[in-house]
């Protein structure tokens, strides 16, 4: 089959899409307001990492934690190959619980006081996994031994 020999023009410039809204618009066109933390009805807590704002309220956890350890990784005495003494450049975040997204939970303290969570090197957090380790166990144990005490002097 033979080309024919006419060239066809081209609109010069964009077309313009009548620009009128819709009933239904797309959803990169609804403007929705990101949080630095969500908030889930059970209580959990997740920081929203994909904002500015939750990615330093999720370093400032990070460093939150490491003050109330003085500086150690919560997997020391857990990972064999955990050397303990934690700089804030290298410390993660750990999340105790060791669950998936669909369970996540940033807290650092519950509302009764009890400890969750805790910092470690990368490499140790990276030998846990999705394992749970009760690291903050002694912790809590003192905390609901306070509790106890306090309502016994009531």
Known sequence: MKRSSIKRKR??????????PCAFPKPK??????????YYPDGREVCNTKTVAGNKEYKGRVAKMLERTKGMC???????MCAGWLALIEA??????GRGGGKRDDRIELPDGRWQNGVAHLICNQ???SR???YNDA?????EALQRQHKGDN
Do not use: M
């Not at 066109?29 to 969500?38: G, L, P, Q």
């Not at 919560?74 to 064999?80: E, N, V, W």
């Open 11 to 20: 609109p010069v410039g964009k077309v313009v899409k009548p620009s009128f």
């Open 29 to 38: 066109d609804v403007y929705r307001e990101t949080s630095a933390v969500i």
């Open 74 to 80: 919560c997997l020391f005495g857990y990972a064999p």
């Open 92 to 97: 993660t975040f750990e999340h105790e619980g």
């Open 127 to 129: 030998w846990k996994g």
């Open 132 to 134: 749970h380790i009760a």
């Open 139 to 143: 912790h809590n144990k003192q905390i």
